[in-house]
């Protein structure tokens, strides 16, 4: 039987829809656990059903499918938020411990990822199990970019701004070594992938944050609205750009 690839290729493009990704969960997570005053326990526990129920699709799908697709990264961003929030705020560790805590299930996975491959590649991915490995070590980045986002912002006192412009800097080093260097590809990959969280984040607090905080005050819900506008047009954009990549290999 033939099997087709499930993931999205690793493009500009790819990294553009990660960064508006990131920036709606930051915001659909903050209007959820802070603007409904839902708390972040419950926040977890609605992200979580919306999750699993898109992951579910994703991996019962048989070809890759650019809207299931960067849904699932959108569930993964937003929940990442509520788990990083929790860890953070409620359980009261703290950015930097939760982010070595975050930090230390992203090895994990990866380790073991590794151990039952013998590679880390990130596209393509045929088989369910080795998808099941790229989602967990993807949720684990993704909540820990939100806690080092927060780190930044807040324990060192940044602002958004210089939190977004130090996390820029760092993913344009790793393009550059990318570039110019033999550094491995996928170690930059999943470096890459855990700071455009953080700079993404960082858009998301500038849009939704009080002025008095360097904000622009447009609140979770609007914030939420224009970002979700933003990823449609990009599916739709990374939908099209996929059917002529098909038509060509048929032809």
Known sequence: MKTFNKVAAVTLLFWLMKIVATTLGETLGDFISMTLNLGYAAGILITLVFFII??????????YTPAVYWMVIVGTTTLGTEISDFIDRTLKTGYLTGSLILLSGLL?????????????????????????????????????????GDFLSDNLGLGYMTGALITGLIILMVVLLHYFTKINHVLLFWIAFVFTRPFGA???????????????DLGTLNASLISLALMVLMIIISQRKHNRELLLKNE
Do not use: C, H
């Open 54 to 63: 898109i992951v579910f699709m994703q991996l019962r799908m048989k070809k």
């Open 108 to 148: 994990l996975s990866l380790f073991l990822w590794y151990k039952k491959y013998g590679n880390l590649e990130v596209y393509p991915i045929f088989e369910k199990n080795k998808e099941f490995y790229y989602w967990t070590a993807i949720l684990f980045s993704n909540s820990l970019g939100t806690a080092f």
């Open 202 to 216: 960082t858009f998301g607090d500038l849009l939704t944050k009080p002025l008095a905080k360097g904000g622009l």
